[in-house]
């Protein structure tokens, strides 16, 4: 008797994600090249991980990603962690392989290829790293390789910026922790390159209208990079506009970590055209 073929469940695993343009990206590159997969949001609470997690496996859910605030927590629920996350210490991307749970990191690949696709290079930078979460994680580890004369981490929390820090000494000698609200926070900014906001500061319906740093901080030399993508221009970038320096959105590293997730789901490579459309249509 031959098995149906039956359609693959993929989705996001979060708080607080109704706005997500997830399943909006997953749901066309499916349906561009051709895979009977479906996204979906999943909206869960701290003390229903380990139940999500689970039911990946019960259901029989191809893979999910995973945001705020789950990044770090949900590793203690997989069976094989990709040798980088290890490293990282946080998962946005869960492959379920032949009933084991995988954990991947694709905001690492996708801060990489948002980079490289706005021509921003970190040799001999100075940089603001603004947020000590899962993908500030990634953007750390990504810098390591980077030859970066400096980075200044702050965070609104102290103790989470002392652990990213003490995460990757190893790894890069020159990290420095500026306290949230100090003058020399702002300092920090004004002699760095590259201001990258990887917190949540600018988010549409959640902290729209706050900034992680000050207007007269920016100078037009400066680059300022947001991983929040929704609004396209937040207040942050809004700064930036202002101060004539170069901005980019966090739309960008959204879709290509997200491109990233797909593949490893189905195996299958998105060519850069498809991802070029689909930046342009969200």
């Known amino acids: 008797m031959n098995s149906i073929k039956r359609d693959k469940i993929t989705?996001?695993?979060?708080?607080?994600?109704?706005?997500?343009?997830?399943?909006q990206i997953h749901n066309y590159l499916a349906n561009i090249m051709g895979q009977k997969y479906h996204y979906f949001l999943f909206d869960i609470e701290p003390e229903e991980l380990k139940k999500a997690v689970e039911s990946i496996k019960t259901l029989d859910i191809r893979g999910v990603n995973v945001t705020i605030p789950y990044k770090k927590d949900v590793i203690q629920y997989l069976d094989l962690l990709d040798q980088r996350v290890k490293k990282i210490g946080a998962v946005n991307t869960i492959v379920n392989e032949k009933d084991k749970l995988v954990g991947y990191n694709t905001d690492l690949d996708?801060?990489?290829?948002?980079?490289?696709?706005?021509?921003?290079?970190?040799?001999?930078?100075?940089?603001?790293?603004?947020?000590?979460?899962?993908?500030?994680?990634?953007?750390?580890y990504y810098l390591k390789d980077q030859n970066i004369d400096q980075i200044y981490l702050s965070n609104r929390t102290m103790s989470k910026a002392e652990q990213v820090k003490n995460d990757f000494n190893e790894l890069i000698d020159n990290?420095?922790?500026?306290?949230?609200?100090?003058e020399e926070k702002e300092s920090a900014v004004?002699?760095?390159?590259?201001?990258?906001?990887?917190?949540?500061?600018g988010m549409e319906n959640r902290h729209e209208e706050q900034s992680p740093v000050k207007l007269e901080s920016i100078n037009e030399e400066q680059i300022l990079i947001d991983l929040v993508y929704?609004?396209?221009?937040?207040?942050?970038?809004?700064f930036g506009q202002k101060r004539n320096a170069k901005i980019v959105s966090g739309i960008e590293m959204l879709?290509?970590?997200?491109?990233?997730?797909?593949e490893l789901w189905t195996n299958e490579e998105v060519e850069y055209h498809v991802i070029d459309e689909l930046i342009k249509n969200l």
């Open 230 to 238: 929704n609004p396209r221009v937040t207040k942050f970038l809004s």
């Open 255 to 262: 879709v290509y970590q997200a491109v990233g997730s797909f």
């Open 110 to 140: 996708g801060f990489d290829e948002m980079a490289y696709s706005k021509g921003i290079t970190f040799d001999h930078k100075k940089v603001v790293l603004l947020g000590a979460g899962g993908a500030a994680r990634a953007i750390m």
């Open 11 to 23: 989705g996001l695993i979060g708080q607080n994600i109704q706005g997500s343009l997830s399943p």
């Open 190 to 201: 004004k002699e760095s390159d590259i201001i990258i906001n990887a917190t949540p500061l």
């Open 175 to 182: 990290i420095s922790i500026v306290k949230w609200d100090s």
